[in-house]
């Protein structure tokens, strides 16, 4: 024991040396105010206002173009619509006039006809007409529109039927119906 005994007494004058400089080192002490500076703020708060008014203003100015771009292509189709439909009347109209039967009438309107006859033939390196060429008469025209089938006799209908109504009535009796009163003798129309 004897060799840790200096060895203890020499830490216990040290300690209170190194005790003594930790403790004012650590002691508390009132340091002068200085002016603190701070960053200006308002300048900030106008950049970041300015940025959030650019962007509003930005998608406004988008949105209007958007709406200017659909109303214009709106417009557009309905153009193309109309001029679509505009192009099937002038195709109807073509078909219209190219139809054979407008020919065919309006050469009956100027009095032209087909001839039931056969036409000559003209040769034109001799110039002769073979055939006997008749000239066509209006008797020679062909109906543009063919009537069609008559109905038979059976499927005419008669103009007038009449009926005995005691005979009717007698008929509807045996059938199992009843007799319909009358005013001027014709049936009430059962059929």
Known sequence: MSSTAPQIRRLQSVAPRIAQAALERARLTVVPRTRRTRAPRVPFVAFVSVIL????????LFNTSMQQASFKATA???????LGAQQEALEMDIQALREPQR???????MGMVIPSTPAGVLDLSTGRVTGKPVPASGGDAIPLHMPGPKKPAELQRPADVKVNPAKADAARTDAGTKPKNTTDGAPTGDR
């Open 76 to 82: 557009l189709e309905n153009q193309a619509t109309d």
């Open 103 to 109: 020919l065919a009438r309006l050469a009956q309107d």
């Open 53 to 60: 008014l650019a962007g509003v203003v930005g998608l406004l």
